[in-house]
């Protein structure tokens, strides 16, 4: 008596993604999604198919919503940017939910990354500390994605440029360069330190001419198989 039967040891052995998986709709895995975010927080990891679970779940039953954890799924959602993530979790929450203040804020900045205006964003990030400091890794994230974004704009960046989208400067933005130089094939240019032109890796966005579109290149073996029929 008081043993678990086989079918309760494995359930207990499920993992919340198999707990999505197999039963989506169950509101009795709540409580696991929630801590499941509180998971993703403290190992930054993440999982969009989870979080979205929970968020159709509170649609259900909407007096157990955690205003924090959907907070939280919101800024885990702008931190996995240029995945359109964030715009599907906001899509299932209740607009009285969106219109509070910290909501509301990360709608904001949500809009600012969208567009590209990075020293808008990290001003207003810098007066919601408290809603994005919670998550570890945020401003990593973003700086990620600002370079990102660069990269497909610029063949050479100013560093004063980089300096506002990444919002870095002085010495940890020289610490900064240098890493990038080494690993990531960043060239710095000679020059005064404010005018210094930093050369992005070349990609098909930044050098538009490689990219080569179907039309443009026919493979040899087709051009080939044409001459006989030709014949």
Not at 158 to 179: C, M, Q, T, W, Y
Request: hydrophobic share 40%; glycine share 4%.
């Amino acid at each position: 008596m008081g043993r678990e039967t086989p079918k309760q040891q494995q359930q207990v052995s499920y993992t919340v993604e198999q707990l999505v998986a197999v039963n989506p709709y169950n509101p009795d895995i709540v409580p696991e999604l929630e801590n499941y975010v509180n998971e993703q927080v403290s190992s930054q990891t993440y999982s969009l198919d989870a979080n979205l679970c929970l968020l159709r779940l509170y649609q259900f039953e909407p007096e157990r919503m955690s205003t924090q954890i959907v907070a939280r799924i919101l800024v885990k959602a702008l931190m996995a940017m240029p995945a359109p993530d964030f715009s599907l979790c906001l899509f299932l929450i209740p607009e009285r939910v969106q219109m509070e203040e910290q909501f509301k804020t990360l709608i904001v900045l949500s809009h600012y990354l969208e567009t590209g205006r990075f020293r808008q964003f990290w001003d207003e990030a810098a007066k919601s500390r408290h809603i994005v400091e919670a998550v570890p890794g945020f401003e990593q994230a973003i700086q990620a994605y600002a370079i990102h974004v660069l990269s497909l704009t610029y063949q050479k960046i100013p560093r004063s440029v980089l300096a506002e989208a990444i919002n870095i400067e002085g010495l940890s933005l020289d610490k900064f360069l240098e890493h990038q130089a080494a690993n990531s094939g960043w060239i710095l240019e000679k020059g005064h330190v404010r005018g210094q032109l930093i050369v992005l890796p070349r990609n098909e966005f930044n050098h538009p001419e490689l990219k080569k579109s179907a039309t443009e290149t026919v493979p040899l073996e087709h051009i080939t198989r044409i001459f006989p029929i030709l014949g």
